[in-house]
């Protein structure tokens, strides 16, 4: 069984920065796509950031210019260094890791993913 492990997480003051690493348990063959997402209280989850093997990284406007994402496609493992931080990125947040079959840069199918089991990141002074 795979699993996904992220850390980093914390609490952490408006305006401040901190980094989320994940690290799968074993390598994971035939994986193209890596990303973050994630969920505050009484929302669904969302897209954070994703990094495809091939390029085309995707971010959240939310999180535009703020967030960087990358990974070692050797070694499966996905970062997300997030700067200037706001008390709405408050929410725990999960590293996905995923086959997925492109048609197009935004068009695709997802045939496995493996989630981690989330770290809160809480954005409060």
């Known amino acids: 069984q795979v699993q996904l492990v992220e850390s980093g997480g914390g609490l952490v003051q408006p305006g401040g920065s901190l980094r989320l690493s994940c690290a799968a348990s074993?390598?994971?063959?035939?994986?193209?796509?890596m990303g973050w997402y994630r969920q505050a209280p009484g929302k669904d989850r969302e897209l954070v950031a994703v990094i495809p093997s091939g390029g085309g990284t995707k971010y959240a406007d939310s999180v535009k210019g703020r967030a960087t994402i990358s990974r070692d496609n050797a070694k499966n493992t996905v970062s997300l260094q997030m700067n200037s931080l706001k008390p709405e990125d408050t929410a725990v947040y999960y590293c996905n890791a995923a086959r997925r079959i492109y048609y197009s840069s935004t068009n695709y199918r997802t045939e496995y993913e493996y989630w981690g089991q989330g770290t809160q990141v809480t954005v409060s002074s």
């Open positions: 074993r390598i994971i063959f035939g994986i193209n796509t």
